[in-house]
């Protein structure tokens, strides 16, 4: 696949307005964001199992638990409220551009668009040479970067941001029912002394 690395590069610093004096500190996880799906750094679970010395975590996705959530899984997991394909449609339906595509038009666009996704197991923050994005066919000058940082905004605002809080209460409730198991034996040891 021929990667834009200019386009790339410019879409991972949209909105980083480095001469900002306030910097927006929603920018800049946005911005560490894409460098992180880059580099294969988000901190999914089996990136968190593969550093984890004692391998006491379990890389198997507990929304679904279906498969290993890696760096592709965790974006496309079934059990997600919001999908991959709202995001498209939603940035289309913003854009001047979307808006000006024919019903048939966008929904083909957006199907090759997710077909070659998932095909090519890119991170969606890289920008492709071909004009695979939806609208980029006759989109104006930066398209593809503006429609690249909108969809990393969304995937991490509606993606990875809930799917990481569903995690995080599952492991508590486990906790707490651990610590209810606890509570129970230790009780009855208890009362068998008792
Ligand atoms: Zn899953």
């Not at 090519?120 to 940082?149: A, D, M, Q, W």
Request: glycine share 2%; net charge positive; charged share 35%.
């Amino acid at each position: 696949m021929a990667i834009n690395w200019l386009a790339t590069f410019n879409s991972l610093n949209k909105e980083g307005r480095p001469l900002a004096r306030i910097t927006s500190i929603k920018a800049s996880i946005i911005k560490s964001f894409k460098v992180k799906m880059i580099i294969n750094e988000v901190p999914m679970l089996l990136n968190i199992y593969y550093r984890d010395k004692n391998k006491e975590i379990d890389p198997k996705c507990p929304r679904c638990g279906n498969e290993y959530e890696d760096q592709v899984h965790w974006m496309w997991c079934t059990e997600n409220k919001y999908m991959m394909k709202q995001a498209i449609e939603e940035i289309l339906e913003a854009s001047e551009k979307g808006k000006s595509l024919l019903e048939e038009v966008k929904k083909k666009e957006i199907r090759n668009y997710i077909e070659w996704l998932r095909r090519r197991n890119v991170p969606p923050c890289v920008i492709s040479k071909e004009n695979i994005l939806p609208g980029s066919e006759k989109g104006h000058k930066n398209y593809k970067e503006k429609f690249t940082h909108d969809f990393i905004t969304k995937i991490y605002e509606n993606i990875w941001v809930p799917s990481r809080e569903v995690i995080s209460n599952m492991k508590d409730n486990r906790e707490a029912s651990n610590i209810d198991k606890n509570v129970l034996a230790d009780y009855y040891t208890e009362k068998k002394i008792k």
